[in-house]
């Protein structure tokens, strides 16, 4: 019930503008694939219809879109390749969305649920346009733009406030640090009166925190969510519009007041869009040249209500004021190595230097440090917590850094590996994959096999800092898995791998009434089955492994004394998967499932009174482009489903 289409795109040269690799094939694939298990009571009510099933019949396509997208810059993010210089987004989305307006079907026995913002849309894809909102600067089509946006980004913070940031101001006040990250001080983007900060100052909070006193610093970061995203969620989940500025309210993170909590917003901005270099080497072969990073308040908007949603400025298609918006691998290596650098680099430089990301720098003090995703484990978020490479797709190599193995970038000393990884990537195997270098192995291209049983191996030998391996199992339930796991490498002072996923390596797509049905989007509809929900664990699930054994009092042999903390780095990065894909109920429903995860955390550190103790950064890493019209229209969809689904 799985079908793949695949279109490769060859280059001889080694170079992207925006993310890039020597001799690279690109290959975007529109799947269709089998869900993790339900969902486990909220704080807060979720809205589900008693006739529902938790392991629903999702849809089944009658045709698959074509594969080949075509955007600014040649940018690689996410699940996505866009490659164009020649057409514009428009344009190339049209052609996606002509070829999928027909797949809407509910299928046998659905004909009487009722999910309002299911059929949003469905609706809208269908008519490419809607009355509530869209994708892109253009009001009258959904859909015009899949990529991502130089939007300003929120950062709440738990247990530790923003004073020092706002007493230092802002580094797009301050000259002499734009020069230092940027090169050169670009006159739209110096703002003396400026009152939002950038993401390297997010690298600065967290070692600050530990500096202060703090044994446990948590990074949260819900990729590709910007405010715009949480008020569609907020607006779901509060049946209502409650706010049209600021911090706003309805989701956990928002309003969470038990401990002492800041607020501010965030750039996103990268270096510059690409470099040329050479993956199999991995080294830069011509650096950028100058930084087309910036942000102009004046051109995107002050602050995000105040947005010009109508200019392309935040998309990078103003040519007046050409900024370079973001990809993951640069923003995630600006949030925890504190650089900016160019799109598609796993803290690497501009110059070709390796910066060391703050997991690495903590876990030289002792602190024991993870990751865990509910993405593939060496997507750009994850790999920057810990690796180093000059670009994002060379997954294998990845994530041989991430498990302390030889790779192309450590190829004589290794590093140490991260004390626990769990995340997704499990079934995705392909013959070839020019993208990730000469030593590329044909299977699974995330996590390979042979290396997976190295660590096995290492295991059974009773090698020291070995790791317990446990991946998604035929027939187990995923949270039962992992618990035991966990519990197993604790009592025999093992680090932890998780391994889990669907088919495209993520775990399965929640939506906004907490089921796993998503509707068709442009990357085409995702179908579940029983086994996808049961065998894998959700985020909130691997977050609690992740805290019981980063926390565990029992010492590993290699530790000569109690570890004095943990840092943590939890990625949402379904949001980003679905706002790639310009679909709002998967977006709702992925913030949600962040949000619980959130709440695992919380709870957590209440229940060992650990607030003294601990800093929680919850952010993203980027945004996209989402503009709602109507927000009426998200919260009537809500109380629709609450009222018909009782």
């Known amino acids: 019930m799985r079908q793949t289409e695949a279109a490769n795109l060859s280059r001889s040269e080694a170079y992207l503008d925006g993310c890039a690799v020597s001799r690279m094939n690109f290959e975007t694939s529109i799947r269709f694939v089998s869900p993790a298990s339900p969902p486990t009571s909220f704080s807060r009510p979720i809205h589900m219809s008693p006739k529902r099933s938790l392991l629903p019949k999702c849809l089944l396509p009658t045709s698959l879109l074509p594969t080949s997208l075509t955007m600014f810059g040649l940018l690689l993010c996410g699940p996505f390749v866009f490659d164009c210089h020649s057409v514009s987004a428009e344009e190339t989305v049209k052609k996606l969305l002509d070829k999928a307006k027909t797949l809407v079907d509910l299928g046998p026995g659905k004909e009487d649920l009722v999910d309002p913002l299911r059929d949003m849309q469905s609706n809208a894809m269908k008519k490419q346009s809607a009355p509530w909102g869209h994708w892109g600067s253009n009001p009258a089509k959904y859909s015009t733009w899949t990529n991502h946006s130089n939007r300003l980004i929120p950062l709440y913070t738990f247990g530790y406030t923003l004073n020092e940031l706002r007493e230092r101001g802002s580094l797009y006040s301050n000259a002499l640090r734009m020069r230092e990250h940027f090169g050169r001080v670009d006159e739209r983007t110096f703002h003396p009166a400026a009152n939002y900060h950038d993401q390297v100052d997010v690298y600065d909070l967290q070692m600050a925190a530990i500096e202060s006193g703090k044994r446990n610093v948590i990074l949260m970061i819900f990729d590709g969510m910007d405010w715009q995203t949480t008020r569609a969620a907020s607006l779901y989940r509060n049946q209502a519009n409650r706010y049209d500025s600021g911090r706003g309210t309805g989701l956990l993170f928002q309003d969470y007041r038990r401990v002492k909590t800041d607020f501010a917003f965030i750039v996103t901005t990268p270096y510059s869009s690409g470099a040329k270099l050479d993956v199999n080497s991995q080294t830069i072969t011509a650096a950028p040249g100058e930084s087309t990073g910036g942000f102009s308040p004046e051109h995107a908007g002050p602050m995000p209500w105040h947005e010009q949603s109508r200019r392309e400025y935040v998309i990078g298609q103003d040519r007046e004021v050409p900024h370079t918006f973001t990809d993951s691998a640069s923003s995630a290596t600006s949030l925890m190595a504190g650089v900016k650098t160019y799109n598609g ?302």
């Not at 703050?358 to 978020?381: E, F, M, N």
């Not at 670009?391 to 294998?396: E, K, S």
């Not at 949000?595 to 919380?602: G, H, I, L, Y």
């Open 345 to 646: 680099s796993i803290n690497v430089m501009p110059d070709g230097k390796f910066a060391e990301p703050i997991a690495r720098t903590l876990q030289k003090k002792g602190y024991r440090v993870g990751v865990v995703t509910s993405v593939p484990v060496s997507h750009a978020t994850p790999g920057s917590a810990y690796a180093n490479n000059v670009v994002r797709q060379d997954y294998q190599d990845i994530t041989r850094d991430l498990a302390g193995l030889p790779s192309s970038s450590h190829r004589k000393d290794p590093l140490p590996g991260l004390d626990l990884l769990i995340g997704g990537g499990w079934g995705e195997g392909v013959g070839k994959d020019g993208s990730q270098g000469e030593n590329f192995m044909a299977g699974n291209k995330y996590f390979h096999e042979s290396d997976r049983e190295a660590l096995k191996r290492d295991s059974k030998d009773g090698e020291e800092n070995a790791y317990l391996l446990v991946e998604r199992t035929e027939g187990r339930s995923g949270a039962e898995v992992l618990n035991e796991a966990t519990e197993q490498a604790i009592e025999e002072g093992k680090r932890l791998v998780g391994f889990f996923g669907t088919k495209g390596g993520h775990l399965p797509f929640q939506t906004a009434d907490g089921n796993f049905n998503p509707t068709f989007d442009v990357k085409g509809t995702e179908r579940y089955d029983e086994a996808d929900l049961i065998e894998n664990p959700n985020l909130s699930q691997m977050t609690e492994s992740a805290l019981k054994w980063l926390s565990s009092s029992k010492q590993r042999p290699s530790e000569k004394e109690k570890a004095p903390g943990f840092w943590l780095l939890i990625e949402a990065g379904d949001v980003d998967w679905a706002n790639h894909a310009n679909n709002l109920d998967n977006s709702v429903g992925a913030v949600f499932s962040g949000e619980q995860a959130f709440e695992t955390v919380v709870n957590w550190v209440t229940q060992q009174n650990a607030w003294d103790d601990t800093a929680v950064f919850v952010t993203s890493d980027h945004g996209h482009f989402l503009v709602i019209e109507n927000e009426q229209a998200i919260s009537n969809a809500a109380q629709k489903a609450a009222s018909s689904n009782r």
